[in-house]
């Protein structure tokens, strides 16, 4: 059974750090593109980056470059999101996504897997 899980949301101010991390199970992780989303209430979930199955390649949506991280340890199985400069508008449940192909996926229905999210919100 394949599972992702999420962790390392919390409360932080703006212009502070946050790292999420991404654990995955039941399936050969080095063999997966993942993703991170994000989805603000009232609004759709939306691609926040994505990471090729070696991290030879990353991108990002433009509300993250600049500002977000995406790495990957295969070793551990983990997926990470470092986020830096933190603004209120990224407010929002951020899932983790895997995706069994080699080229990196910006859209949701891209990914087979998905984590149950984590809560991040950035008080003012």
Request: aromatic residues 12%; neutral net charge; contains cysteine.
């Amino acid at each position: 059974q394949v599972q992702l899980a999420e962790s390392g949301g919390g409360l932080v101010q703006a212009g502070g750090s946050l790292r999420l991390s991404c654990a995955a199970s039941g399936l050969p992780f080095s063999e997966y593109t993942m993703g991170w989303f994000r989805q603000a209430p009232g609004k759709e979930r939306e691609f926040v980056g994505s990471i090729m199955r070696s991290a030879e390649s990353t991108s990002y949506a433009d509300s993250a470059k600049g500002r977000f991280t995406i790495a990957r340890d295969n070793a551990a199985n983990t997926v990470y999101l470092q986020m830096n400069s933190l603004k209120p508008e990224d407010t929002a449940v951020y899932y983790c996504a895997a995706r069994p192909a080699y080229r990196l996926g910006y859209g949701l229905t891209e990914y087979d897997y998905w984590g149950q999210g984590t809560q991040v919100t950035v008080s003012s």
